[in-house]
Structures are given as C-alpha cells and as structure tokens.
C-alpha cells in the first residue's frame, strides 16, 4: 500500500485515505487529514502494473501474421528489406528516430516520403481468402500503385507482384498462391 508523509504535520496519509476520485491516477490534490493543508503530489506505477503492458516488439508478436509481404526494392535512399504484413493495418512511412508508431518502417533518406505514408490493409474473409488494400494517408507526394495515382480516401485492392510506390522508393507487393485472391 502507498502511503505519504504530510511535510507539515509529519503525519502519515495511506492511499486509502486519498480521495476517491483521485485513486488510481497519477496526480493527487488534498488537504491533509490533520493539518488541512494542501498537498499535491503524483503517485508512481507500480512495477506489478509495469509488468502488465507490452513493449511494442511484444505487441508486434501478438498479431496475426499473413503469408503476405512488402519488399522494399534498394535505390540511393534506402536498401533492400523485407517487410510481413500483419491482419488489419499497416502503418506504412519512413523511420525516424522519434517515436512515429509504423508497422512497416522503411530505413530511409528519402525525403519525398512522409513519417506516415500510407496504410496497407489485410483482411482475411471467413472462406480464408486474403484480401489486401492500401489508402494514401494524405501524403505529400502521392501513393501510387503500378503508375496509378490511389485518391486520397481510396482503397486500391493489391495483387501479387505491383509496384507501390511512395515518393521515390518503391516496394513490391507479393502475395503467395494458397493465398492470392484471384479476381482483379
């Protein structure tokens, strides 16, 4: 149990004697007990509920994979990788330093490609069929799919093999067969 000590009085306040609505939070505002001075103080986590969040590698591992991947084709600005794509969606940009929350992201110079480009999603239909589609993020120089311009607010469906490109850097879309969808 957490407790303070009032800096006044000297007496000791335990957290059952915070009130209610502050319980639980970080910041603390009271009049101490005895005194009815006012103390404002931030209680720390505890390392048990530390424990309870995930790393974002941890949650990374939680999601479904698909048999789908994303290959970033090497030119001056960035070399080649390959990239899973997880169910639902793919955050899509360059990689920064500074936290920018990407599933896939792209070690980059290039500078006509946004922190957050675009965002590829899978979507798995109940016969087991893999569909997957990306939408521009309102990037600054475009998502293009095989030369095709996606419209801001679009979902273009992606097959094995095109080329989606993010301002100069390229990446190729493949999907194996036991999960291509077959209509275009």
């Not at 990306?134 to 801001?152: A, H, K, P, W, Y």
């Amino acid at each position: 149990m957490k407790f303070i000590v009032c800096p006044f009085c000297k007496i000791r306040i335990s957290e059952a004697d915070f009130p209610a609505s502050r319980r639980g939070k970080q910041r603390v505002v009271m009049l101490c007990p005895s005194c009815k001075r006012r103390l404002a103080f931030t209680i720390r986590r505890e390392e048990e509920d530390e424990k309870d969040l995930l790393t974002e590698e941890e949650a990374l591992e939680q999601r479904i994979t698909t048999n789908a991947t994303l290959e970033v084709v090497e030119n001056r600005f960035a070399f080649s990788t390959q990239f899973p794509l997880f169910e639902g969606a793919n955050r899509v940009g360059r990689y920064n330093d500074k936290y920018t929350p990407l599933e896939v992201a792209i070690h980059s110079t290039d500078p006509s490609m946004d922190r957050i480009h675009c965002t590829i999603y899978a979507e798995t239909t109940p016969d087991g069929e893999l569909h997957v589609f990306v939408m521009d993020e309102n990037s600054l120089t475009g998502t293009f799919v095989n030369t095709r311009e996606v419209e801001q607010g679009e979902k273009c469906e992606l097959h094995h093999g095109d080329v989606i490109t993010l301002g100069a850097t390229s990446i190729l879309f493949s999907q194996p067969s036991s999960q291509m969808n077959t209509t275009r």
